[in-house]
């Protein structure tokens, strides 16, 4: 079973080739007048986003069935994340689900469990492997949302495929292993709409994102 199981991961953690998505909508516009987020906090500087305080920025339309091509770079311990389908922005956690970016390289993160590193569904499922580049180096990310479907490619190989309505629970993951308490809403019962948003400055330690491109499927 352990070897059948190893070639299945080996087999899900496969080269995938990123969208042509040029020529996709822009999830945000340069003067950010679509977006909603705190004043102050998220200024678009030739072309790259960044945020100054633990903020998140958010689309101000609902998007269902979708891909998000984007491209990020993380400084030194950045704990950051893109989320999906949020419906409730003043208690997104437990409202939302949250695709991991990190900074595997630092101790804190590497250290943390699997489901903490870059390219998980936070708290949930892991990444099939660490594909992350390290601080300074710019990352390419997509995310295909169909209903309960979820898949992440990552620097181009396919980190990660949840189908939703298996995590019945909101404490223990269909694995056995421990959701966060403050995730207290079950993956199977979340609606399959919402925002899109990407966190900001959290944990000390700042996130740059660009070419954040939105094909509605």
């Known amino acids: 079973m352990m070897i059948l199981a190893l070639s299945l991961q080996q087999l899900a953690a496969q080269s995938a080739v990123h969208p042509e998505s040029a020529d996709w909508n822009d999830l945000f516009t340069t003067d950010l007048s679509n977006a909603e987020f705190p004043a102050g906090i998220w200024t678009c500087t030739d072309g790259i986003l960044t945020a100054s305080e633990d903020q998140c920025i958010w689309t101000k339309k609902d998007y269902t069935n979708f891909t998000l091509d984007l491209e990020f770079k993380t400084a030194e311990g950045t704990n950051s994340g893109v989320i999906v389908y949020c419906t409730d922005l003043q208690n997104w956690i437990p409202n939302s689900v949250e695709i ?32 992350v580049k390290k601080p300074g180096e710019w990352n390419r990310m997509t995310i295909t949302c ?8 990552l620097n181009g190989m396919k980190v990660n495929d949840m ?5 019945t629970s909101a404490k223990t993951n269909p694995d056995g292993s421990e959701i966060p308490s403050w995730l207290s809403t ?19 330690a700042p996130v740059y994102f660009r070419n954040l491109k939105v094909l509605e499927q």
């Not at 019962?189 to 899109?196: A, D, P, W």
Request: charged share 20%; hydrophobic share 45%; glycine share 10%.
């Open 146 to 153: 169909k209903g309960q479907r979820i898949e992440v490619l």
């Open 100 to 131: 991991q970016i990190a900074d595997d390289f630092a101790k804190q993160w590497a250290e943390s469990p699997k489901t903490w590193q870059c390219g998980a569904i936070f708290g949930h499922l892991a990444p099939l492997k660490s594909m």
């Open 186 to 204: 079950p993956f199977a019962e979340l609606k399959t709409f919402g925002r899109i948003g990407l966190q900001g400055k959290h944990a000390g």
């Open 163 to 167: 189908n939703m309505a298996l995590w």
